[in-house]
């Protein structure tokens, strides 16, 4: 389909204003490694919000999550609602720890608590993944929609994705990211909200959408269900990789880090925790729409979205989704950049090549390492196409090799105080022999079991050794900075408010 002088125009002044509000905004703190990796620790809680969503929500949940809904139905939504819960349990428990150590990365806070190697080891893990799995994802997803859309060749977008991403994030490191991904996350709301209501006008309206859905309006699916079983997704492996993602997750984390105070950080994970709600009304509904409207002519379900686009929208609208898409691509691109970046330079740099280096050295050696890291995830995305159930299960899937390890070494040194530091770096390698030696038997079996199973024995595995090896003196986390940990009647109706609603939508979708 070709491009509108009027679409044209849109895409290109989008893009435009994006890359220079960026820049614009930080043209000035750029010199300090807390400027530069923690945007000054200055963030505001609509800030942190927005940022978060954006973060999260890119190509492969408008393509590879869509793709969930063209072929699973709503049940996929339960990735975004139980977000939303998971999100209270990050905010009250976790970041008052994370902020009072005033940590740069998450890694980081393994050092205080276990030694060393427990850091290095789980930066080397989150920075493989990174680029080998999320960041190639996101590349590969978003040239999908491309070319999908508009005929662009995969690998030229997979380009130009990722040296337009990295312009901007190079220059201007966290603070860049966070306003580019507020333009970027209204627009991807507002593009999908507008993709949905058309879809329904396409449908025939809401009576006739449920009408022709039939069963892909439940969200709870039996027990043994392959992909979404109802125990995992209440009571089993679905928190693993939430807690992960949501809370230990430098490319998340890095929003509530920079918080301005503990106050801020919490409204803006709790903002974000509602806007979570609204996603699978406008990424998973068009999903299932276009299997209602050409679920005959569509060949894989990872092109469901993009097929909808083309057929539903008119002339001269074609170029605003085409700048939400992209949008939303690049904010999580950009995030993914400046998280990897930030590991590589205080993790492994600074911490066991140059401990003496100059916050400026620091800055530099942060752009150095985001070019090399957009060179190797353009050059890998194509990879990922390969994978036969879809990039949004690829992307979950294979997180697993190390979530449950790395969530296991958290909780147990946040909650028992004895645990050795040997005990978390041996549970957080068991971690890749367990599930993959589950998913190598037991393929039939949901990956969400997996996760389960491979977290209860490496936390079996934490509390016998624990138990025979304990440390002589509790480990004491550092405090740098002190914050009165009182949560407000606000914070708690709030919080109130999300949990009804998702448990309101469970009930209305069973």
């Known amino acids: 389909m070709s491009l509108s002088s009027i679409d044209l125009i849109t895409f290109v002044g989008f893009i435009a204003l994006v890359v220079g509000v960026s820049l614009w905004a930080s043209r000035k703190k750029k010199r300090t490694t807390e400027d530069y990796f923690l945007a000054g620790r200055g963030l505001t809680w609509w800030l942190i919000g927005f940022s978060l969503i954006a973060s999260n929500i890119s190509s492969e949940h408008f393509i590879g999550m869509s793709g969930q809904g ?26 008052p720890r994370f902020l009072s150590s005033g940590i740069y990365t998450m890694p980081e806070f393994l050092e205080y608590r276990y030694n060393k190697t427990a850091r290095l080891l789980m930066a080397i893990f989150m920075v493989f993944f990174y680029v080998f799995v999320s960041l190639s994802v996101v590349l590969y997803s978003g040239a999908l929609a491309l070319r999908a859309t508009f005929g662009l060749d995969l690998v030229t977008g997979i380009w130009l994705i990722g040296l337009l991403a990295g312009f901007y994030t190079v220059y201007g490191g966290l603070k860049a990211v966070v306003w580019s991904d507020l333009i970027q996350g209204l627009a991807l709301l507002l593009g999908g909200l507008l993709v949905t209501v058309l879809g329904f006008i396409e449908v025939g309206g809401i009576g006739a959408f449920v009408a022709k859905s039939g069963d892909k309006l439940h969200t709870v699916l039996p027990w043994n269900h392959p992909d979404m079983p109802w125990v995992a997704v209440f009571i089993g492996g679905l928190w693993v990789p939430h807690i992960f993602y949501w809370g230990l997750n430098q490319f998340i984390t890095q929003r509530t880090l920079a918080a301005k105070n503990l106050e801020e950080g919490q409204k803006g994970i709790l ?53 939400a898409l992209f949008g939303a691509v690049m904010s999580t691109l950009d995030s993914l950049l400046n998280s990897a970046a930030t590991i590589l330079t205080i993790d492994i740099y600074k911490s066991h090549i140059n401990r003496e280096s100059s916050p400026r050295r620091l800055v530099a050696v942060g752009r150095i390492l985001t070019i090399v890291l957009v060179l190797f995830g353009c050059t890998w995305a194509p990879i990922v196409g390969t994978f036969d159930k879809g990039i949004y299960m690829f992307l979950q899937q ?31 390698l068991l971690n890749f022999p367990i599930y993959g ?74």
């Open 271 to 323: 903002f974000a925790a509602s806007l979570k709600i609204l996603i699978p009304f406008i990424v998973v509904f068009p999903g299932i729409m276009a299997f209602e409207l050409y679920g005959d002519v569509i060949t894989s379900k990872d092109e469901a979205y993009p097929y909808l686009i083309k057929q539903i929208l008119p002339t001269g609208l074609i170029g605003v989704m085409f700048a």
């Open 437 to 510: 030696l589950l998913l190598w038997f037991l393929p039939e079996v949901a990956f969400l079991h997996h996760m389960a199973i491979t977290f209860i024995l490496i936390g079996l595995y934490v509390i016998i050794h624990t138990m025979l090896w304990p440390l002589e003196k509790p480990a004491v986390i550092p405090v740098r900075y002190k914050f009165e940990n009182r949560i407000s009647t606000g914070a708690i109706v709030w919080s109130a408010m999300i949990a009804v609603t998702v448990i309101g939508l469970y009930i209305v979708f069973f």
């Open 398 to 428: 294979f997180w697993g090799f190390i979530q449950p390890g790395v969530v296991a070494a958290f909780l147990f040194g946040i909650i028992w105080k004895r645990v050795p530091p040997w005990a978390a770096v041996n549970g957080m």
């Open 70 to 95: 063209f072929d699973l139905g709503l049940a996929i939504a339960s990735f975004e609602w139980m977000s939303a819960l998971t999100l209270i349990i990050i905010a009250f428990v976790f970041l």
